[in-house]
């Protein structure tokens, strides 16, 4: 078992940062890799980035890619999610999620932060 505890999330005006974390506890040893996805009302849970627990590789989805920017810090088994230029579009509940193996699903989530983007 992993839990996973999202924080950061806000309300911000158009053009402005967060950055959103997420702390591992449990089974974390065994865990491959971090993600964040985020699901806006009305729409399909979508996924935004990853990055392996080893050695730090990173994945962003296009419409992460510039303006996201995924980190970990292991020994205190926290992911982040650095978030700038950020856009009314942007607004959804951002999730982070824990897989234990490459090319495998995320098993575990979050509850879940809200950003929240005005313009």
């Known amino acids: 078992q992993v839990q996973l505890v999202e924080s950061g999330g806000g309300l911000v005006q158009a053009g402005g940062s967060l950055r959103l974390s997420c702390a591992a506890s449990?089974?974390?040893?065994?865990?491959?890799?971090m993600g964040w996805f985020r699901q806006a009302p009305g729409k399909e849970r979508e996924f935004l980035a990853q990055i392996t627990w080893g050695l730090g590789s990173t994945y962003y989805a296009g419409s992460a890619k510039g303006r996201f920017t995924i980190s970990r810090d292991n020994p205190k088994n926290t992911v982040y999610l650095q978030m700038n230029s950020l856009k009314p579009e942007d607004t959804a509940v951002y999730y982070c999620a824990a897989k234990f193996k490459a090319g495998g699903a995320y098993e575990y989530w979050g509850q879940g932060t809200q950003v929240t983007v005005s313009s």
């Open positions: 449990g089974r974390t040893f065994s865990t491959y890799a």
